[in-house]
Nanobody
Framework: QVQLVESGGGLVQAGGSLRLSCAAS????????VGWFRQAPGKEREFVAA?????RYTRYADSVKGRFTISKDSAVNLQMNSLKPEDTAVYYC?????????????????WGPGTRVTVSS
């Protein structure tokens, strides 16, 4: 099993940028597709972005396309630009041992504890 830990969250003004990172222990990301989800207060956890095991394939939620970029090396990073107040949430990294990622929360069996992102207006 892989253990995941997110970092990089914080408080930023609207229009600003943050870079989240997800580190793995126990096993490397070589074996996993990796996703980012987020959950705002009172809302369900929603898909943000995901990257395939090979790192050649990515997918994004429509709400973040063109603003967020997911990448994978020894860690999985989420570069978030042009942040909006509606991006405020706890962001979770997750992994599944398959080639291609899905956007379904139930497909991912390994989750980090989350990192909080707050975007002020």
């Amino acid at each position: 099993q892989v253990q995941l830990v997110e970092s990089g969250g914080g408080l930023v003004q609207a229009g600003g940028s943050l870079r989240l990172s997800c580190a793995a222990s126990g096993r490397t990301f070589t074996y996993y597709s990796v996703g980012w989800f987020r959950q705002a207060p009172g809302k369900e956890r929603e898909f943000v972005a995901a990257i395939s095991r090979s790192a050649r394939y990515t997918r994004y939620a429509d709400s973040v396309k063109g603003r967020f970029t997911i990448s994978k090396d020894s860690a999985v990073n989420l570069q978030m630009n042009s942040l909006k107040p509606e991006d405020t949430a706890v962001y979770y990294c997750c992994a599944v041992e398959r080639q291609f990622p899905s956007d379904a929360v139930n497909d991912f069996g390994n989750w980090g504890p989350g990192t909080r992102v707050t975007v002020s207006s």
